[in-house]
């Protein structure tokens, strides 16, 4: 999320509110920091957007005009009705707007799940964002992302609406030293981990695990993207595992084809609170 840049037009299809705070959070704070105009389409008040609400100074930036928060149906209805054509001409002034009013870049994010309860959405809402997409590249100080609750809609019009993007954001990462990059993953939870992964870094490991937090819920590791993984890291895991809530595992996905071989060789029973999880394909 932090790579976005002006004149960007990146999608979001998020799992949870947890997700969506995660990535929408930082893009609204870093908009505030650099005194940018933050726009916000939704169905929600300033004071309870994701990763934002509940900031102390969310009342004074509203107030200053500098955060927008617009009602969805102010912006996207008429007669109770998705309307694309009001959509894009609504936020098409807002930004005009903002640049009159002398902020530098204009950070615009819409959270479209709400659409997908209107008869008929799912086309107008593809065509709007082939519309909405010209729009944007014309406009340089501007960055949007569309959200989506991928849960409300078929995976295959998820794909569709998420393609017609140039980008598609995803969290921050935990860590990233240039060689083992950790990111929070969602549905399921967990961690994704890219590179290599050595004991020189079980640090880094070990905190990001404490941020998926204790519950009974198995949390996922996945490896599909581990170029190297050291042995010794399984038994941090199974020390990690053995530790936290009764009953938890950690469950470990697309792990290595050698590491994966060795553990079905020995057993997994000789890693106690550790699980095979889906299989990396070749």
Known sequence: MGEIRPGDHAAFPFASGAEQAQVIGPFLQDGLAARQKVIY???TGHRRLPGLGGRPDADRFARTGQLRVIPSGAVCLSQGRFDPERMLAVISREITEAAEQGYPAVRLTTDMSW?????????LMLACEARFAEAIAAETAVMAICQLDRSLCPADQVRALTGSHRLQVTANPEFDDG?????????????????????????PLLTALTSVGRATADAHLDFAEVRFLDLGILSLLVTYALRTSPGRRLVLDNLPPDVAGLIQTLGWRHLPGLACGRIRRP
Do not use: N
């Open 41 to 43: 389409v939704g169905e």
């Open 115 to 123: 659409a997908f309860r209107q008869p008929g959405a799912y086309p």
């Open 179 to 203: 060689v083992l990059r950790i990111t929070r993953s969602h549905a399921p939870d967990g961690l994704r981990l890219a590179g290599e992964l050595d004991t020189a870094r079980q640090e």
